[in-house]
């Protein structure tokens, strides 16, 4: 199994710049999110999704969109990039019913110049 | 608002030392906690998952408790090895009351010398 993939690995983009970045997880997770790390701040949820069509913001959405069509997708999208949006962007899974345990994938470094 | 602690924030020890990270949680209404590694640059890779029925998990030379009720729960690593030298992180997820949400503590930046 792949578990949680996560696309670019890397990213350099200039402001104002739009971009997706790219979640996929074949385990039938229900649940996905995403959160971004920064250092000294720790790990942040962004937006999480609850089910196909069902989105919900977290912590720190200002800048950010995603949606959810499938089960299995979850992209995040940056709408006008700004450096502040430099960070580590960390996506996740998890089903409540087999345990609730999230499983991460392996993270996007984004550096907005 | 859910808050999480961890203590301490990094932790210095030799080889072959037993040790015990600590993390605590303000809001007891809780679906699980979980104990995550991540090494430098890396991403976040699971290391115990504890219910919230649940008292204590164990893997190998890792033993997690849970205390609910008081809000609290230790990582404790056996016979440490320079290769557990990691940040340690520790999350609580919120899933029925807060739709899934995993609430992060800071750290603690382990390093095990040889």
């Known amino acids: 199994n792949a578990g949680v993939t996560q696309t670019p690995k890397f990213q350099v983009l200039k402001t104002g710049q739009s971009m997706t970045l790219q979640c996929a997880q074949d385990?039938?997770?229900?649940?996905m999110s995403w959160y971004r790390q920064d250092p000294g701040m720790g790990l942040r949820l962004i937006h999480y999704?609850?089910?196909?069509?069902?989105?919900d913001q977290g912590e720190v959405p200002n800048g950010y969109n995603v949606s959810r069509s499938t089960t299995e997708d979850f992209p995040l999208r940056l709408l006008s990039a700004a450096p502040s949006q430099t960070s580590v962007y960390f996506c996740?899974?998890?089903?409540?019913?087999?345990?609730?345990?999230?499983?991460f994938g392996s993270g996007t470094r984004l550096t907005v110049v | 608002k859910q808050e999480v602690t961890q203590i301490p924030a990094a932790l210095s020890v030799p080889e072959g030392e037993n040790l015990v990270l600590n993390c605590s949680f303000t809001?007891?209404?809780?679906?699980?906690l979980q104990w995550f590694r991540q090494d430098p640059g890396k991403g976040l890779t699971s290391l115990l998952l504890?219910?919230?029925?649940?008292r204590e998990q164990t893997s190998g030379r890792l033993n997690a408790s849970l205390d609910k009720s008081s809000g609290r729960s230790t990582l404790y690593i056996a016979a440490s090895q320079p290769g557990d030298s990691a940040t340690y992180l520790c999350?609580?997820?919120?899933?029925?009351?807060?739709?899934?949400?995993?609430?992060f503590g800071q750290g603690t930046e382990l390093s095990v010398k040889p």
């Open positions: 996740a899974s998890t089903d409540p019913d087999r345990g609730g345990g999230y499983t």
């Open positions: 385990m039938n997770h229900e649940y």
């Open positions: 999704s609850v089910g196909a069509g069902i989105t």
């Open positions: 809001d007891s209404a809780i679906y699980n």
């Open positions: 504890i219910q919230s029925s649940q």
């Open positions: 999350a609580v997820s919120m899933i029925y009351n807060q739709g899934g949400k995993l609430i």
